[in-house]
């Protein structure tokens, strides 16, 4: 079936590092969407990315949606205690006249002060 | 506040109990989701209501059951559960169509004892 690959499926760094979080589709995506899910809470919609090749930055995160719209990431620059929790990517696929959002398994992300 | 309220937050019951969980969506979407999400593994998408007609479902056994009376409210109706069934069931909505983003609750809490 249609799936979406996330990678890698846990990262710890040093507060202050950089943290990437890879996503690919086996179909060809209508867009790309980011959540974030901190520890005991629920995932909350961070960015959408819709056009081939586009990217996107909020502040420290840099969201990239690739050519063939089947692979994004999501960059975060100079990570801080604040940036813990699971990132999901979701990619929108259209299947007729419905759209079906299928998320990936998510990186937990921890920091080290 | 995401304007998706999910009832109840938290909730213990027996494997011959029946009870329902209840989302309430203030946004105006006319699409609305079940999601399981267990520990160590993907947000499972379990329901799918489109314009209040379901549109999918994917493969979840017959002890759950969904309702969606209109396009602001969803229940799932639990009938003789499993402790595998322990999970946070996360609701969401979104407005169905190509930029459709999720909003979702803050989840129920079940444990199956």
């Known amino acids: 079936g249609q799936q979406v690959m996330q990678i890698p499926q846990y990262q710890h760094v040093q507060e202050g590092e950089d943290f990437t979080t890879y996503c690919n589709s086996s179909?060809?995506?209508?867009?790309i969407q980011w959540y974030k899910q901190r520890p005991g809470g629920h995932p909350v919609f961070l960015i959408q990315?819709?056009?081939?090749?586009e990217v996107k930055k909020q502040k420290r995160l840099t969201f990239q949606f690739g050519e063939a719209k089947k692979n994004s990431s999501l960059h975060i620059t100079a990570t801080q205690t604040t940036d813990v929790g699971t990132y999901f990517c979701?990619?929108?696929?259209?299947?007729?006249?419905?759209?079906?959002?299928?998320f990936g398994k998510g990186t937990l992300l921890t920091v080290n002060p | 506040e995401t304007g998706v309220t999910q009832t109840p937050r938290h909730l213990v019951m027996g494997m011959t109990n029946k009870k329902s969980l209840k989302c309430e969506q203030h946004?105006?979407?006319?699409?609305m989701y079940w999601y399981k999400q267990s520990a160590k593994k993907p947000l499972e998408l379990m329901f799918v209501?489109?314009?209040?007609?379901?549109?999918e479902n994917n493969s979840v056994p017959s002890r759950f059951s969904p309702e969606c009376p209109n396009s602001s409210h969803l229940f799932l109706h639990l009938h003789t559960l499993q402790p595998e069934d322990s999970a946070l069931y996360l609701c969401?909505?979104?407005?169905?169509?190509?930029?459709?983003?999720?909003?979702f609750g803050q989840g129920t809490r079940l444990t199956v004892v």
């Open positions: 979701a990619g929108l696929i259209r299947g007729g006249s419905n759209y079906k959002l299928t």
């Open positions: 969401a909505s979104s407005q169905q169509g190509a930029r459709a983003e999720a909003f």
């Open positions: 990315l819709v056009k081939s090749g």
């Open positions: 179909t060809t995506l209508s867009n």
């Open positions: 209501y489109s314009l209040e007609e379901r549109v």
């Open positions: 946004l105006g979407h006319n699409a």
